[in-house]
């Protein structure tokens, strides 16, 4: 059950997430924009390796393995990873 809520957080950070990636880019807003989309492709690719890591090495050191690390970047984009892009 608190899986299913983290995916709902997910989705609620995707609207903040996207204004702040491709603000101040002028000419190369297109490309960012279009590159930051295909990162939805890792809501196809990470829950894959997350599975197999978990079928390998139990499900709680899979999530440690494969998930955390993106929410740790996330953490880092949120604080202070999106000014590089500003600049």
């Known amino acids: 059950m608190l899986i299913a809520l983290l995916g709902l957080a997910n989705s609620l950070m995707w609207p903040a997430i996207f204004p702040l990636a491709i603000k101040g880019l002028s000419k190369y807003t297109k490309?960012?924009?279009?590159?930051l989309v295909t990162g939805i492709a890792g809501g196809v690719i990470l829950p894959q390796v997350y599975a197999l890591l978990a079928k390998n090495m139990g499900a709680q050191s899979a999530f440690l393995c494969s998930m955390v690390?993106?929410?740790v970047y996330i953490f880092y984009y949120a604080v202070s990873g999106h000014r590089s892009a500003s600049k």
């Open 31 to 35: 490309i960012r924009s279009a590159l």
């Open 69 to 71: 690390p993106c929410y």
